[in-house]
């Protein structure tokens, strides 16, 4: 599958996903604007996070989905550490909040190998990963809390690019099915300081990058 040269149309078109939107909403507006009646996205991001959000329109490249789906992505994200939501974001209620210091510099470059390579993780709470056929927010919506299935994931790199307390910026590269919220509570927990995301960017899906990809409100226009 080769990326679109016009803005809409028929094959895999790469969208740079603006904040505050859906990626169901995003395949809706392109769905209306193309007029095709088979559309959907090689990976969901949330609403929250910005990047590329792989497209695919008509039959034959719907069915070809789960490729993107499987590939390895790459994503930049800032961790604010002193406090931790429920849903691991900035859209989240605080559950909990540190008291003492600021973790330095070096503890932050000290833990990084420890997640890297295949490691366990536990997806975030509210997230579309089904529970006896619900998905883990409808519990959470509710209250309940649910015994949420751990499973391994593969980090293939991980860099810290900045520190500006209280806030750290990474960069990191992953297999699929990776949770960055739950990566960033992780993070936060091993260093003795709860953290959560208050920036997310995805800006690769395979051999696909951000650069490549459309900005939705100039797709708009067409």
Excluded: N
């Excluded at 859906?22 to 910005?50: E, M, N, Q, W």
Aim: aromatic residues 6%; contains cysteine; glycine residues 12%.
């Amino acid at each position: 599958m080769e990326p679109l040269t016009e803005p809409v149309g028929a094959g895999l078109l790469l969208v740079d996903k603006p904040v505050g939107m859906s990626s169901a909403r995003v395949v809706s507006v392109i769905k209306r604007l193309s007029g095709a009646s088979k559309v959907g996205h090689g990976g969901t991001l949330d609403p929250f996070a910005s990047g590329l959000l792989p497209v695919l329109i008509g039959r034959q490249f719907t069915r070809e989905a789960g490729t993107l789906l499987e590939g390895d992505k790459e994503y930049e994200f800032t961790l604010r550490l002193g406090s931790e939501t429920d849903t691991g974001d900035l859209t989240g209620r605080v559950a909990e909040v540190h008291r003492g210091p600021l973790p330095e510099l070096g503890d932050l470059e000290s833990i990084l190998g420890g997640f890297t390579g295949r490691i366990t993780q536990e997806p975030p709470a509210f997230s579309a990963l089904k529970l006896d056929g619900r998905p883990l927010y409808w519990y959470a919506r509710r209250g309940m809390d649910v015994k949420k299935p751990a499973r391994d994931v593969v980090i293939h790199r991980l860099e810290l690019v900045e520190y500006l307390p209280p806030d750290a910026r990474f960069v990191v590269a992953c297999g699929k099915g990776t949770y960055i919220r739950s990566l960033g509570c992780d993070l936060g927990r091993s260093l003795g300081c709860p953290g959560h995301l208050v920036a997310l960017r995805r800006t690769a899906v395979g051999p696909y990058r951000v650069e490549q990809a459309h900005p939705l409100w100039r797709l708009a226009r067409f």
